[in-house]
C-alpha cells in the first residue's frame, strides 16, 4: 500500500501569509495526488487534481505542484476562510490513501 | 444540480450490520467510479472503498476488507456499503463521493469532485 507523509500538521500563519503544504508518497504516483479542503462540519472540497489542475471553481490562490513522490499545495495569500484542514490523497493505485491532514491555523 | 444523499447511518453494537445508501442526482451515475470516504470522530479522512462504474472492479481499504461489501446499482442511481462484522473503530461520518473522469478506477487522474452529506455510523454496546 501507498503511504503518506503529510507535513506540517499544523501552521500559524496570518491573513495574507503564502503557505506551503508538502505530501510525500511512499513510492511514486505519477500524477495522481490529489488536494482537498475541509471545514468544520462539512464534506470534503476538492482544490486540486492531478498535481497541479485547479479544480473548476476554486480560487486561483490555490496551487499545486510535483510529480513522483513529492508534492505541494501553496496558498499564495490567505484569506480568513483558509483557516481550515487541508489533506492530500493519491488515487494512482487502490487503497487509495489520504495524508493525516494539515490544520491552519490563525496566528 | 449534481446531488449525493447518504442515508442508513445510526447506532449499531459491535458485531452488526448496517448498509447504508448513496442516492446519486444530476449526472449520469454509471459513467463514474464511486467511492466511499470515512472520518471517525476528532480525525482525519480515511478511504474506504471503490467501484468502478460498471460495478465490475471494487477495491476496499485493509481495515474493512471481509467485513464490507461496495455494490451499486445503476438503475436506480444508487451506491451501497453493506457494513458486516461492526467494530468500535468503524464509527464514524460515511461519505459518498463521485470520481471524476471515467467509470474505470485505474489510469483516471482525477480527483473526488462530489461529496454527499454524510451519514454517521455509531458502533457501541
Known amino acids: 500500500d501507498i503511504q503518506m507523509t503529510q507535513s506540517p500538521s499544523s501552521l500559524s500563519a496570518s491573513v495574507g501569509d503564502r503557505v506551503t503544504i508538502t505530501c510525500r508518497t511512499s513510492?511514486?504516483?505519477?500524477?495522481?495526488l490529489n488536494w482537498y479542503q475541509q471545514k468544520p462540519g462539512k464534506a470534503p472540497k476538492l482544490l486540486i487534481y492531478?498535481?497541479?489542475s485547479l479544480q473548476s471553481g476554486v480560487p486561483s490562490r490555490f496551487s499545486g505542484s510535483g510529480s513522483g513522490t513529492d508534492f505541494t499545495l501553496t496558498i499564495s495569500s490567505l484569506e480568513p476562510e483558509d483557516f481550515v484542514i487541508y489533506y492530500c490523497?493519491?488515487?494512482?493505485?487502490?487503497?487509495?490513501?489520504f495524508g493525516q491532514g494539515t490544520k491552519v491555523e490563525i496566528k | 444540480e449534481v446531488q449525493l444523499l447518504e442515508s442508513g447511518g445510526g447506532q449499531v453494537q459491535p458485531g452488526g450490520s448496517l448498509r447504508l445508501s448513496c442516492a446519486a442526482s444530476?449526472?449520469?451515475?454509471?459513467?463514474?467510479?464511486m467511492s466511499w470516504v470515512r472520518q471517525a470522530p476528532g480525525k482525519g479522512l480515511e478511504w474506504v472503498s471503490v467501484?468502478?462504474?460498471?460495478?465490475?472492479?471494487?477495491y476496499y481499504a485493509d481495515s474493512v476488507k471481509g467485513r464490507f461489501t461496495i455494490s451499486r446499482d445503476n438503475s436506480k442511481n444508487t451506491l451501497y456499503l453493506q457494513m458486516n462484522s461492526l467494530r468500535a473503530e468503524d464509527t464514524a461520518v460515511y461519505y459518498c463521493?463521485?470520481?471524476?473522469?471515467?467509470?474505470?478506477?485505474?489510469?483516471?487522474?482525477?480527483?473526488?469532485?462530489?461529496w454527499g452529506q454524510g451519514t454517521t455510523v455509531s458502533v457501541s454496546s
Open positions: 444530476g449526472f449520469t451515475f454509471s459513467n463514474y467510479a
Open positions: 463521493a463521485k470520481r471524476d473522469g471515467f467509470g474505470t478506477v485505474f489510469g483516471v487522474p482525477k480527483g473526488m469532485d462530489v
Open positions: 513510492q511514486s504516483t505519477s500524477s495522481y
Open positions: 490523497q493519491q488515487n494512482y493505485s487502490p487503497p487509495w490513501t
Open positions: 492531478a498535481a497541479s
Open positions: 467501484i468502478s462504474g460498471s460495478g465490475s472492479s471494487t
